[in-house]
């Protein structure tokens, strides 16, 4: 059971201030709750059968806490969303058919997310996978993909003022109403409220508590033990389908109506508000813009800090790794399948242990995205010697054959990587394959994310 300040924390906080996605709640011991700090993938399951949190309502926080696709990476966060094209709220969560073919494809790939470089993604789910099962991949997505799914978000712009009024009656109840309701309100009122909540006396009323429902009990049993099927033509269960589809029908008519009045409500009552206050939105909207924006180049700075000089440090793994993440960048879906043939050759080859393979992944992805142009071409200094060129090279030609279907750019990448490779192994290189830290890179070389 919540309590008062748990219910008004929840509604102020989270409903009408929104706060949560825009880095604006404290915890009780005044730590900043951050959603930019989260580390760990995070999953987003919506639907467009959803009338209650539509797709762009369950994902227009990642347009509130990122600045761009770009962000999201030098944060070092995984988001990965998925879209049902028709069921409904509830059906996300309890429909047997979902259960078996989206949660199950989300519980089988955990691997394959936790593994996956951060970034935006579209999980898909297609006929054709193994042993006529389901093929699951990562699509790469913009944060221009998510803006699409929402005609405008103008409409959020009035929860402005809504917040506005919601002050005021706020400090209005605990200034004239509140004190009263603690002097008239007692536990054992309260007590009593709630065991009249209809939800729970609804429930108690056709319950064995009820003295009147002990007959019910009665004739329960005996229906149950000479229950027969009916047959499909029975009269009966056909005016039983048809009054269903009737009051199903009729109910979403309800619902239709009701929305649309509610809304309807809700501008008439918002809108002189909305209108009066644009000038103050613009300024609002101006600032949480800066925001995002200086947070997005923080989180920039602190990310080449941490990686830039680490372009030339590592051996034959990370150069296996290096060159596989740059191949896969011309891939717009990560095959599930391929990504795990790719990650058991890896293993099989003694490069990396399961364990090691996310630092080791997120590492070489995080100097591709900082300056591409240079870690392409440390590539020498990481593999040194002959013998670990060749090695290296082995294994990227073991896993693209495991792996199949490259493409004749990906090809031509390849070949530049062995172009290098070719060069003589000089004592020069050979040195300085073990120097912490490359030259500082021109400015020819810098690039945005990929």
């Known amino acids: 059971m919540l309590t008062k ?50 797709p762009q309502q369950a ?32 059906g996300i969560f309890v429909s047997g058919g979902v259960a078996k073919r989206e949660h199950r494809a989300m519980i089988d790939n955990l691997d394959v997310i936790s593994t996956l470089p951060p970034g935006l993604y579209e999980m898909t789910i297609e006929k054709g996978g193994a042993e006529g099962g389901w093929k699951v991949g ?22 402005i003022p809504v917040a506005r009024v919601s002050e005021f009656n706020k400090n209005a109840y605990e200034q004239f109403v509140s004190p009263w309701m603690r002097m008239l309100g007692s536990p054992l009122s309260g007590e009593m409220i709630r065991r009249a909540n209809p939800d729970r006396l609804d429930r108690w009323l056709w319950s064995e508590i009820n003295p009147l429902m002990t007959v019910v009990g009665d004739l329960a049993g005996t229906v149950r033990d000479q229950r027969r099927r009916a047959s ?18 009729w109910l979403d008519h309800f619902r239709d109506v009701r929305d649309m009045a509610t809304e309807t409500l809700f501008y008439m009552l918002y809108n002189p508000l909305h209108l009066a206050m644009r000038s103050e939105e613009a300024d609002l909207l101006e600032r949480r813009s800066q925001r995002l924006d ?55 080859s003694a490069m990396l242990d399961s364990r ?66 070719t060069a003589p192994v000089t004592e020069a290189r050979t040195a300085g394959s073990r120097r912490r830290g490359p030259p500082p890179p021109s400015a020819e070389t810098q690039r945005p994310l990929h």
């Open 232 to 249: 499909p033509d029975n009269p009966f269960l056909r005016a039983e389908q048809q009054t269903a589809e009737l009051m199903a029908n």
């Open 356 to 421: 090691q393979m996310r630092d080791a992944i997120r590492r070489q992805f995080y100097l591709l995205i900082v300056d591409e142009e240079a870690a392409i071409a440390a590539l020498p200094d990481l593999v040194a010697s002959a013998d670990d060129r060749k090695a290296m090279l082995d294994v990227v030609d073991k896993v693209a054959a495991e792996i199949g279907g490259i493409t004749s750019e990906q090809q031509d990448d390849l070949e530049r990587v062995r172009r290098m490779l």
């Open 59 to 90: 994902l227009n926080w990642i347009l509130d806490t990122y600045a761009s696709t770009d962000d999201i990476r030098a944060c070092g966060q995984v988001i990965i969303y998925m879209l049902h094209e028709s069921i409904g709220h509830l």
């Open 294 to 348: 200086s947070r997005s180049r923080q989180a920039r700075a602190e990310l080449e800090r941490q990686v830039r000089a680490d372009v030339a440090e590592g051996g034959v793994p990370e150069a296996v790794l290096r060159v596989l993440l740059w191949l896969a960048r011309r891939r717009p879906v990560v095959d599930a399948q391929r990504f795990r043939l790719a990650e058991a050759a890896l293993t099989g």
């Open 138 to 159: 990562f699509a790469k997505r913009e944060l221009s993909d998510i803006q699409s799914l929402d005609d405008s978000r103008r409409e959020e712009l009035f929860f």
């Open 5 to 54: 300040d748990e219910i008004g924390f929840i509604t102020e906080e989270l409903f009408i201030g929104n706060k949560l996605a825009l880095g604006g709640i404290q915890s009780s011991g005044g730590q900043q709750v951050d959603l930019r700090n989260i580390r760990a993938p995070i999953v987003v399951f919506a639907s467009k059968g959803d009338n209650i949190t539509p």
